[in-house]
C-alpha cells in the first residue's frame, strides 16, 4: 500500500486543472472549468473540473474524480502506475515501501514488461502448433483476427517460458500470474496447452491471460489470477480492439466469453466485449458507458444465462445515468454467440441486438416469473420485489417507466406503487415530510461535510436516524474522515477513500452540485450549525411521533423507562430537546 499520507502529499502538489489541460484544452465557466467530456461524445461542454476542490465531474456521463483517477481512466493506467506517474510530474519519490505485493523486488513496471514478452513468446508458439491452428481454424477464426487479438499458444511443456526468460526463477513471472510454485517448491507454467488470449488494458499492454485448453482435462477456461495489474471486477476483455467500432454503433455488446468476441469480430460484429470469468459489476458498466450510450448484455438462454443477465441488471441499476440504455438478448437454447453468427449470420445477430429486451422488461419478467400474478398476493409480491431495485436507480426517466409498468402489472395505481415503494423524487427540490428524516437536509450536510470535512468532528451523533441511504452515506463518510487522522484530508484525497463503497454515487452527486453551489467560506460553519439544529429537531420529532403512535396503541405502560423519559422530554419541551443534544 501507498501511504495515504503520501497520497494527500501528491494530491496537494499536483493541480488537477494543469494535468487535465494538457490533454483536454479547458475554458474558464465561472469559478470552474470546462470541456467537451473526453470520456463520451458530446458537443456542448459539461466535463467540468473544480480548481478549489481539484476533482472534475462530467454533467453528461458522470465521469468523476480526481487527478489520480483521471490519469487511470484516460491513459488506462493502474492506480498505482498512475500515482507513479503523477509523483513523477512533480518530481515527488514514492515511498519505497510500496506493499507486501512488492516486497519481494519486482516492480509493476517491470510485470507489464513480462507480460508483453509472454504475450509475444505466446504469439510465436502459436505458428508452431498444428493442433492449435486446427483449433482456431475449425471455429472459422483467420490469421488477421487472430493477430488483432494477439491470440498465442501456451505449449504443453511443464515450463515452456523458460525458453522466453533468462531467469524462469525471477519473481516477476509468479507476481505476473505466469508461474506458480508447487507445495515441494518446483516452478510451473500456469498456462499449458492452451489457446492464448491476452487480455489487454485501454493503452493496449497485456495485464493478463485466458487460455482455453486444448486436449481434454479441467478448466476448459483459465483466467490469470487477480494481480498487481490485473483486477477482474475492472477489465473487460476486447476493449482496445473493439474502441472504433464501439464509436461506430455507440453500443458494447457483453458476451460471456473471449471466443464469442473474436468469432463476432470475425463475422464483421467489432463492437463485442466480455467480462472475465465474474459477473458484470457496476465499474464495468460505468467504464463502457462512458464510451457508448447503449450496452447489450448478450448471454446464453439458459439458467445460468439469466442468473448472469440478473446480476448485469442489478448492477446496471445505479451505474445508468439518464439518456444511456441497457438491454438484454437471450440466445436460443443450445447456442452461444460464436455458434449463432456462424449459423444465422451477422444480419440475424445485428437483428437481435437491436432488438434487445430493454431493462424495464426483463426486471418486470423475472420478477414476475417468481409471484403468481393471478392473486393478489403474487401481484403485492411482485411489488414489494421491485422496491429494492427501483430505489437504487438513479434515472428518473427509467424509474417513471418502470412505475407505470409495475402499476399496469399489478393493478395498483401508479401513485399507489410508488406509495409501496417508497419513492421519493430524485431530483431533490421539494422539502421533504416529517417524520422520516429528511433528505433535503442530508443533501446540503453532505455537501458541507465534502467542502470542509473537518466539520465531521463537531457532527453529535444523535443527529442521524440510519434511515435512509444519505443517512449512510453521511455516517460513512464522517467515520472515513475521522480515521483518516490529521491532517484531515480534502474531498480530493477522500475521493480515493470511498472509492467502491456501495454509496459513491450520492457522494459523486454532492460533490457534483458542490461544484455548481459551493458555500460561502465565511458562512460554512454556520450552515453546518443550522444543518444541524434542524436536523436534531426533526429527530426529535420523529422519535416523539414514533412513541406517540406507540402509546396511542399501547397506552404509556407499553413505554420502556426510557422511552418515557424521551416522551415526556420531547412532548413539554421539543423546543429546548435540541440544546440539550447538542451540548451531550
Ligand atoms: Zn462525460
Redesign the pocket.
Known amino acids: 500500500m501507498i501511504p495515504e499520507s503520501f497520497i494527500q502529499e501528491l494530491l496537494h502538489r499536483v493541480d488537477v486543472v494543469d494535468l487535465i489541460d494538457g490533454y483536454v484544452p479547458l475554458k474558464k465557466a465561472g469559478a470552474n472549468f470546462a470541456a467537451c467530456?473526453?470520456?463520451?461524445n458530446?458537443k456542448s461542454p459539461?466535463?467540468t473540473v473544480s480548481p478549489s476542490k481539484q476533482f472534475y465531474h462530467?454533467?453528461?456521463?458522470?465521469?468523476h474524480g480526481s487527478a489520480i483517477s483521471f490519469l487511470m481512466e484516460y491513459s488506462g493506467l493502474g492506480f498505482i502506475d498512475a500515482i507513479k506517474e503523477l509523483s513523477h510530474r512533480v518530481g515527488l519519490q514514492v515511498p519505497e515501501d510500496e506493499g507486501r505485493r512488492t516486497h519481494d523486488g519486482p516492480k509493476i513496471s517491470g510485470l507489464t514488461e513480462v507480460m508483453a514478452r509472454a504475450s509475444k513468446y505466446y504469439y510465436e508458439q502459436l505458428k508452431r502448433s498444428e493442433k492449435a491452428i486446427n483449433y482456431l481454424k475449425g471455429r472459422g477464426v483467420s490469421g488477421e483476427i487472430a493477430q488483432k487479438f494477439g491470440i498465442g499458444y501456451a505449449p504443453e511443456g511443464g515450463q515452456s517460458l523458460a525458453a522466453a526468460f533468462d531467469d524462469y526463477g525471477a519473481a516477476e513471472l509468479q507476481l505476473a500470474g505466469l508461474v506458480g510454485k508447487s507445495d515441494d517448491g518446483r516452478l510451473y507454467d500456469r498456462f499449458r496447452d492452451r489457446v492464448m488470449f491476452p487480455i489487454m488494458n485501454q493503452k493496449g499492454e497485456t495485464i493478463a491471460f485466458g487460455g482455453r485448453l486444448l486436449g481434454d482435462g479441467k478448466p476448459k477456461y483459465l483466467n490469470s489470477p487477480e494481480t498487481p495489474l490485473f483486477e477482474k471486477g475492472r477489465e473487460v476483455f476486447g476493449l482496445p480492439q473493439a474502441r472504433a467500432a464501439l464509436r461506430d454503433k455507440d453500443t458494447a455488446i457483453v458476451v460471456e466469453g473471449y471466443m464469442d468476441v473474436v468469432a463476432l469480430a470475425q463475422h464483421g460484429v467489432g463492437n463485442a466485449v466480455a467480462t472475465l470469468g465474474t459477473a458484470t459489476t457496476a465499474t464495468h458498466v460505468q467504464k463502457l458507458l462512458?464510451q457508448v450510450d447503449r450496452i447489450v448484455y448478450c448471454f446464453d438462454g439458459d439458467a445460468a444465462g439469466r442468473k448472469a443477465a440478473w446480476r448485469a441488471l442489478e448492477n446496471s441499476l445505479e451505474a445508468l445515468p439518464e439518456q444511456k440504455s441497457v438491454g438484454f438478448v437471450f440466445l436460443p437454447e443450445a447456442d452461444d454467440p460464436d455458434s449463432f453468427v456462424r449459423n444465422q449470420g451477422t444480419e440475424a445477430f445485428e437483428r437481435l441486438i437491436a432488438q434487445a429486451m430493454p431493462l424495464s422488461e426483463f426486471l418486470l419478467r423475472e420478477l414476475a416469473s417468481h409471484c403468481d400474478m393471478t392473486s393478489a398476493e403474487g401481484k403485492a409480491k411482485l411489488v414489494a420485489e421491485a422496491k429494492p431495485l427501483l430505489g437504487r436507480l438513479q434515472t428518473p426517466l427509467l424509474r417513471l417507466q418502470l412505475v407505470k409498468r409495475l402499476a399496469e402489472a399489478s393493478g395498483f395505481s401508479q401513485p399507489e406503487v410508488e406509495r409501496l415503494c417508497d419513492l421519493r423524487p430524485i431530483v431533490r427540490a421539494a422539502p421533504a415530510r416529517v417524520p422520516r428524516q429528511a433528505p433535503s437536509l442530508l443533501r446540503p450536510l453532505l455537501r458541507l461535510l465534502l467542502q470542509k470535512p473537518e466539520l465531521a468532528k463537531g457532527l453529535p451523533l444523535g443527529a442521524l436516524a440510519p434511515n435512509s441511504a444519505e443517512a449512510r452515506a453521511v455516517g460513512y463518510l464522517c467515520q472515513t474522515i475521522l480515521a483518516a487522522g490529521e491532517p484531515t484530508p480534502p474531498y480530493a484525497a477522500l475521493l480515493e477513500r470511498l472509492r467502491g463503497n456501495e454509496d459513491e454515487g450520492i457522494f459523486r452527486e454532492a460533490a457534483a452540485e458542490l461544484m455548481q453551489q459551493p458555500f460561502a467560506e465565511e458562512d460554512i460553519d454556520a450552515e453546518f450549525d443550522g444543518v444541524v439544529h434542524r436536523l436534531l429537531e426533526a429527530e426529535t420529532r420523529r422519535t416523539f411521533e414514533v412513541l406517540k403512535q406507540k402509546v396511542a396503541k399501547l397506552g404509556l405502560s407499553g413505554l420502556s423507562s426510557e422511552e418515557k423519559q424521551q416522551y415526556v422530554l420531547a412532548s413539554t419541551t421539543s423546543g429546548r430537546t435540541t440544546e440539550l443534544n447538542r451540548s451531550s
Open positions: 467530456c473526453p470520456f463520451h458530446e459539461s466535463f462530467c454533467f453528461g456521463c458522470g465521469a462512458r
